[in-house]
């Protein structure tokens, strides 16, 4: 009997990796290639990004009050829960305030990276995440990284360079509507934002007491709300006022902020049951479904340095995470985006 039950456990065990290692891999790729083709599709009234990442925010609330409702059994225990966490303890709620207008900025950038970058460029820029989370972990947390996690940041910046360098290149025939550079510098400011936010999360939060990864995204929207309202209003007035929000919005549209919202929630649950191995194949995996993705539904064609970036970028996630860090459950499982 002991053996079947443990036969059946690691059967269910072994499930569960496969299934969290097929959605992570799903959710990079496709999230990827929904907000590049969002962005690069050609439509009379293009949608506003600002909004986008407003409705996003308002629809991850939506969520893990959904969520919470579910672990509570109901609606009264979760407004209890809420004002327990939320607003009767104002100091923890206000510890998440400068990371949740920081991962707002960061989703503003993103969409912008994704207007002037193909899906497989896109996708292995940023992966600087992981050299910015690197640097601001030796710096505010006096993190000492092994020689081989220095030569792997190395790699990763080199990689990232080849393929902004091929792009650069490629420029003189690319569609006039792109702008590379402008693509690039979003996602390198994006990921520095990521990297920073990631990291002074888990300094403040030390000591904290242990909350739910629902109620920490509840305490989030209080700031990411209102500031992502702010930001849309104050970048897009002269639509909004004549238009409103929802400008420009369809079925793809609300399908990518679906997808923005649910997997920026679920993988911070996945991750936490999935190893460094698992993480590695779904983002290299997730890289190499995004450039055929791209090559059938944009017209890109992989030039050599693009592939030598790719191969480099994808050798450096596995050397990097050989020797992992202990700081990087916190800071991932915490961040609303990406995969990123």
Same mark, same amino acid.
Request: a positive charge; one cysteine or more; charged letters at 10%.
């Given at each position: 009997?002991? +053996?079947?039950?443990?036969?059946?456990?690691?059967?269910?065990?072994? @499930?569960?990796?496969?299934?969290? &290692?097929?959605?992570?891999?799903?959710?990079?790729?496709?999230?990827?290639?929904?907000?590049?083709?969002?962005?690069?599709?050609?439509? +009379?009234?293009?949608?506003?990004?600002?909004?986008?990442?407003?409705?996003? +925010?308002?629809?991850?609330?939506?969520?893990?009050? &959904?969520?919470?409702?579910?672990?509570?059994?109901?609606?009264?225990?979760?407004?209890?829960?809420?004002?327990?966490?939320?607003?009767?303890?104002?100091?923890?709620?206000?510890?998440? %305030? &400068?990371?949740a207008m920081i991962y707002t900025l960061q989703n503003n950038l993103f969409y912008?990276?994704?207007?002037?970058?193909?899906?497989?460029? !896109?996708?292995?820029?940023?992966?600087?995440?992981?050299?910015?989370?690197?640097? !601001?972990?030796?710096?505010?947390?006096?993190?000492? =990284?092994?020689?081989?996690?220095?030569?792997?940041?190395?790699?990763? !910046?080199?990689?990232?360079?080849? #393929?902004?360098?091929?792009?650069?290149?490629?420029?003189?025939?690319?569609?006039?509507?792109?702008?590379?550079?402008?693509?690039?510098?979003?996602? =390198?400011?994006?990921?520095?934002?990521?990297?920073?936010?990631?990291?002074?999360? +888990?300094?403040?939060?030390?000591?904290?007491?242990?909350? @739910? =990864?629902?109620?920490?995204?509840?305490?989030?929207?209080?700031?990411?709300?209102?500031?992502?309202?702010?930001?849309?209003?104050?970048?897009?007035?002269? #639509?909004?006022?004549?238009?409103?929000?929802?400008?420009?919005?369809?079925?793809?549209?609300?399908?990518?902020?679906?997808?923005? %919202?649910?997997?920026? =929630?679920?993988?911070?649950? %996945?991750?936490?049951?999935?190893?460094?191995?698992?993480?590695? !194949?779904?983002?290299?995996?997730?890289?190499?479904?995004?450039?055929?993705?791209?090559?059938?539904?944009?017209?890109? #064609?992989?030039?050599?340095?693009?592939?030598?970036?790719?191969?480099?970028?994808?050798?450096?996630?596995?050397?990097?995470?050989?020797?992992?860090?202990?700081?990087?459950?916190?800071?991932?499982?915490?961040?609303?985006?990406?995969?990123?």
């Open positions: 009997m002991v +053996e079947i039950r443990r036969e059946t456990s690691a059967r269910s065990a072994n @499930s569960l990796r496969v299934g969290i &290692l097929v959605w992570l891999t799903l959710q990079n790729s496709v999230h990827t290639l929904l907000l590049r083709y969002s962005r690069a599709r050609h439509v +009379e009234r293009m949608f506003l990004s600002s909004s986008a990442v407003f409705f996003t +925010e308002l629809m991850k609330l939506l969520t893990c009050i &959904l969520a919470i409702i579910y672990e509570q059994r109901g609606v009264a225990q979760m407004a209890s829960e809420v004002a327990q966490h939320v607003f009767a303890n104002p100091w923890d709620t206000m510890k998440v %305030c &400068l990371p912008l990276a994704a207007s002037h970058l193909e899906a497989a460029t !896109f996708m292995i820029a940023s992966q600087l995440k992981i050299f910015t989370t690197a640097i !601001f972990s030796v710096i505010m947390l006096r993190k000492a =990284l092994s020689r081989k996690q220095w030569l792997a940041l190395a790699t990763l !910046f080199i990689g990232v360079s080849i #393929v902004q360098l091929q792009h650069t290149v490629d420029t003189t025939i690319a569609d006039t509507h792109q702008r590379p550079l402008i693509g690039f510098t979003a996602v =390198l400011v994006a990921s520095s934002l990521s990297g920073f936010a990631g990291i002074y999360f +888990e300094k403040i939060l030390k000591g904290s007491a242990p909350v @739910s =990864l629902w109620m920490r995204n509840v305490q989030m929207a209080m700031f990411a709300i209102p500031s992502s309202l702010i930001a849309s209003l104050v970048q897009d007035w002269e #639509v909004i006022s004549e238009e409103g929000l929802l400008y420009g919005f369809d079925a793809i549209v609300w399908v990518t902020v679906f997808w923005y %919202c649910i997997g920026g =929630l679920t993988v911070g649950v %996945c991750i936490k049951y999935a190893d460094n191995i698992a993480k590695n !194949f779904s983002t290299s995996v997730a890289i190499i479904l995004s450039t055929i993705g791209s090559v059938y539904i944009f017209g890109f #064609v992989p030039t050599r340095l693009f592939v030598l970036g790719a191969v480099l970028v994808i050798s450096s996630i596995f050397l990097y995470s050989s020797n992992p860090p202990t700081y990087a459950t916190l800071s991932v499982s915490t961040s609303e985006q990406p995969s990123h």
